[in-house]
């Protein structure tokens, strides 16, 4: 197939479309051992979540919990045996983290705030639009299922997704190529035979009155 013949005439992969990095190596299953840990994993998290009655809080609370407790007892029982303390690094941030942190932050939320300024001030209308769908969708697939179903299913469809539209690329642009190319046909019809019709109708009512 010829570019042409790819969804919107790209030109590039989709690995570099992704960004060509680790992340597109892992949702593309370039890793697949950390692919399949990532989904093992969260897997198991919404397992525990959903079938155990925890929240967040509770288990990271629990998980610190038990964390601390372990590394007290083991600093303490090294003191008194002689032993060495718990390998644990440096605990710090330095304040150029700090900075680069907070720069980040900043410049993101300004972003927000300068795209909501224009469109409550009627500004952007195709931004408002795009909001308002992406809200919508939000609301109504929030209304179907719980934050956390639709965090794990989210990253299910990401790393399940494009890996398999990359294995059937040919087969999966031909078909959406062929519909869209139907679509348009049958637009050019309804113009031809509704709108056009509708548009000479109403020039005539001008015409006659």
């Avoid at 303390?85 to 705030?113: D, F, G, K, Q």
């Amino acid at each position: 197939m010829g570019p042409s013949d790819k969804l919107f005439n790209r030109q590039r992969s989709l690995h570099q479309i992704l960004g060509g990095g680790f992340v597109a190596d892992v949702v593309l299953w370039r890793r697949k051992d950390v692919t399949v840990g990532i989904l093992v994993v969260t897997l198991f998290a919404w397992v525990v979540f959903e079938r155990s009655g925890y929240t967040l809080l509770s288990l990271v609370s629990s998980v610190f919990f038990l964390l601390f407790t372990i590394l007290f007892l083991w600093a303490k029982s090294a003191a008194i045996l002689n032993r060495p303390a718990p390998p644990l690094p440096h605990l710090h941030l330095s304040e150029e983290m700090v900075n680069e942190a907070s720069c980040l932050i900043r410049n993101h939320i300004n972003m927000l705030l300068s795209v909501s300024e224009d469109i409550a001030l009627g500004k952007d209308t195709n931004m408002f639009v795009k909001v308002s769908t992406g809200l919508i969708l939000v609301s109504v697939i929030g209304g179907l299922t719980d934050f956390l179903t639709l965090g794990y299913t989210s990253l299910l469809i990401v790393l399940t997704v494009p890996a398999l539209y990359e294995k059937y690329e040919d087969q999966v642009d031909a078909c959406v190529l062929m519909a869209y190319r139907k679509l348009w046909q049958l637009y050019h019809k309804f113009d031809a035979v509704c709108v056009s019709k509708v548009q000479r109708l109403s020039l005539e009512k001008k015409k006659l009155s």
